[in-house]
């Protein structure tokens, strides 16, 4: 017998949903199901590296830039700064050089002291947050790249 999607989801044992858009990652989400059988830390923690652990030439790649850029496991901050998020092919370079000093304060503030890895995908907003990090004697680095990464999305 052929069920719509509406009896299909009726029909269906549990319906698991996730926002990953939320401050928490969807935690409170998760946390306010009757039927979590665990906590949101027991099954999120290990899941990403469990589905995207990367290959071993990947994996290299990050070993030799976290020891290039002295990153220890859950010794330093990260900034990820999306300059060219969703349709978005061009932002003012003022307010990329403001959102890429945000990260590094934020990340700085919340970690004090600690060495600070910015990633983007944008090679102007990468330049402006190893020039605040140098102007403000703060430890930033960076993967260094000569041109704008591809973006699958857009290129």
Known sequence: E??????????????????????????????????SFSTYADVFHGLFR????????????????????????????AVHLRNKYGRRAWRHPNETI????????????????????????????VTAANEYGRQHSLPVGSFDFQDDPIHIDKD
Do not use: W
């Not at 999607?5 to 401050?23: D, E, G, N, P, W």
């Not at 290299?60 to 002295?70: C, L, N, P």
């Not at 959102?99 to 995908?121: E, H, T």
């Open 98 to 125: 403001a959102l890429a000093m945000n990260g590094i304060n934020c990340a700085s503030a919340i970690f004090p002291g600690a060495n600070i890895y910015f990633a983007a995908d944008d090679k102007f907003a």
């Open 50 to 77: 469990a589905f995207f652990t990367p290959v071993p030439r990947l994996q290299a790649t990050i070993d030799q830039k976290m020891k290039e850029h002295h990153l220890v496991p859950g010794e330093y901050a």
């Open 2 to 35: 052929d069920l719509d999607r509406k009896s299909y989801i009726k029909s269906s044992a549990s319906v698991f949903r996730l926002k990953l858009q939320t401050a928490d990652a969807g935690e409170s989400l998760y946390a306010s199901q009757p039927d």
